[in-house]
């Protein structure tokens, strides 16, 4: 997401892109806590995803909310969670 960013926040930091991952109007280059979470980003294990609780269900390091295989069986969750609940032919 796209925002007003560092222009009037932050003068002194670029932020050529602008972006403003939690709309907050402080672009992410100078915005201590990217995805509003309360969690700062440099403690934060996912700081572009809010996840407050911080879980890391496979202690990697990266947060389950950002992590595509939180459990890390070597199969991307997306094809996890297909395996053991396949769509049915009526597309539920």
């Known amino acids: 997401m796209t925002g007003s960013g560092c ?33 700062l980003d440099a403690a934060d294990n996912c700081p572009l995803v809010s996840n407050a609780s911080q879980t890391d269900t496979d202690g990697d390091g990266l947060g389950d909310a950002c992590d595509p295989d939180d459990d890390n069986d070597g199969i991307l969750d997306a094809a996890t969670i297909a395996r053991w609940f396949p769509m049915q032919p009526d597309g539920h």
């Open 7 to 39: 222009d009037g926040q932050c003068r002194l930091v670029p932020n050529p892109d602008q972006t403003d991952t939690d709309a907050d109007g402080l672009g992410n280059r100078c915005d201590p806590d990217d995805d509003n979470d309360g969690i």
